[in-house]
């Protein structure tokens, strides 16, 4: 039973992904006249209105949600509601996003003339290109699958996958077209992660003051031991004559060298840290701090001002607390 199960699920899997293969390979110069469209749509401050019927409508609320996020004004209007009322959201200059795979959906084909009232510009999302809705519209952008996953080839499956992903497709060319950066959407998601993440700065995260081990590099590793445990730290930043990161020592460091080393303790740290340690600029944004972290096998990151001098430690423990990861 479990066998037949899995053989199900590899078979839709293979039958959505061939849906999104075809919509991919039916692209034309369709896409890009919408993506300029919308572009400059944007550019004269009008926005996005997203309008579908059932499935095709919730696919529609994540489209316009994605386009949003990444800075392009968008709204779901409700075909029903618009009828009675919510058309007040629609303004000369704005872009309709149409979605209905058949092209068909009475409830859309009615909303259509009361659009057409506005100036505004429609672009269809559909699976048949001779619908109504593909005569009605400005520009078609064709989703049209070789067949839905559901076996019976009736459920709404591949084809609001390949909706979805013609959405996403719309939104990050749009996205590149604008020449929208990291730090933009960092300003539309200020909470969670991804907001934390690009917001910060290293200098708001690490540990500083006398929480940052720092000795010099003629100190023995005797006292340097004593250093990093008031600090209550695993590594410690060694510094040379001026002030400068010279070297790290961590008590992983130490604990290899005790082995092989009966006299480590009376050793200067010169004599036992690593050189040429990974470090950041106290002013990078957190999220660089994250990508050394996933890069590097390290616990601890030293963090440096522009004179090259030790001023913090990230501690990779810090991370969950802070809510970065």
């Not at 078979?11 to 991919?24: G, I, M, S, T």
């Not at 629609?90 to 859309?108: C, T």
């Not at 616990?299 to 802070?322: W, Y």
Request: proline fraction near 3%; hydrophobic fraction near 45%; charge should be positive.
């Amino acid at each position: 039973m479990p066998d037949r199960h899995l053989i199900e699920a590899r078979r839709v899997f293979d039958v959505e992904l061939a849906a999104v293969r075809a919509v991919q390979q039916a692209l034309d110069d369709r896409f890009a006249r919408a993506v300029e469209l919308i572009v400059q749509t944007l550019e004269r401050r009008g926005k996005i209105v997203v309008v579908g019927i059932g499935k095709s409508g919730a696919v529609g609320r994540k489209i316009a949600a994605t386009l949003t996020s990444t800075g392009s004004t968008s709204v779901v209007l409700d075909s029903v509601d618009a009828l009675h009322g919510d058309l007040g959201i629609v303004n000369d200059g704005d872009v309709i996003l149409a979605l209905s795979y058949s092209g068909e959906s009475e409830e859309l084909l009615n909303l259509v003339p009361a659009l057409k009232r506005f100036a505004v510009r429609i672009i269809a999302i559909t699976g048949g290109l001779k619908s109504t809705l593909a005569r009605r519209s400005d520009l078609v952008l064709s989703v049209r699958v070789p067949r839905e996953a559901c076996p019976f080839n009736l459920a709404p499956t591949a084809s609001t996958t390949a909706t979805l992903v013609m959405g996403d497709a719309l939104a990050m060319a749009v996205l590149k077209a604008r020449g929208f950066k990291q730090s933009d959407f960092a300003r539309f998601h200020p909470s969670g992660a991804i907001g934390r993440a690009m917001l910060l700065r290293v200098g708001d995260i690490m540990r500083s003051g006398p929480r940052n081990a720092v000795a010099p590099q003629t100190l023995c590793v005797r006292d340097a031991l004593l250093v990093m445990t008031r600090a209550r730290s695993g590594s410690l930043s060694v510094v040379d004559g001026k002030g400068k990161l010279a070297g790290v020592f961590t008590d992983g460091d130490f604990r290899r060298s005790m082995a092989d080393d009966a006299d480590l303790l009376g050793r200067t740290l010169r004599q036992v840290m690593t050189r040429h340690p990974v470090c950041i600029r106290e002013d990078a944004l957190a999220v660089e701090a994250l990508k050394i972290f996933n890069e590097r096998n390290i616990d601890d990151l030293i963090v440096v001002n522009a004179s090259r001098e030790p001023v913090g430690l990230v501690d990779s423990q810090d991370l969950p607390k802070l809510k970065l990861m």
